[in-house]
């Protein structure tokens, strides 16, 4: 097997459509890691900017930054499955009606 694109340094007929499949299964863990990547970030972000105060005191975080960073996470992880659901569940829908409809239509 190769890793060279066009079949540099292959052999045997089959091995160029497995080289397609696996370029296809890198790209999609690439995607794949850079939107949990995104992910992480947005989180990260949103709950410093809620729980962390721009003054620090103590060098630790303190039992109430902690919970609130909990909670936080908590709340975005929740609301991410509930908005993944009904996306979900408005494509089957959609799927089924024969018509896509956007957001608020």
């Known amino acids: 097997m190769s890793f060279y ?3 540099g340094g292959s052999s ?3 091995s160029s459509q497995q080289q397609a499949v696996n370029a296809q299964n890198v790209a999609m863990a690439e995607n794949e ?3 949990i990547t ?3 970030y947005r989180i990260v972000d949103s709950c410093y900017k809620k729980c962390i ?3 620090y005191i103590e060098g630790e975080l303190n039992k109430g930054e902690s919970v609130c960073i909990d909670r936080c996470v908590a709340k975005y992880f ?3 499955t509930k908005v993944g659901e009904a996306l979900q569940k408005r494509g089957q829908q959609a799927g089924v009606g024969g018509a896509v409809t956007g957001f608020g239509a």
């Open 5 to 7: 694109p066009f079949g």
């Open 12 to 14: 045997g007929g089959g």
């Open 33 to 35: 890691l850079e939107m």
């Open 38 to 40: 995104d992910t992480f």
């Open 53 to 55: 105060p721009p003054k």
């Open 78 to 80: 929740e609301v991410n």
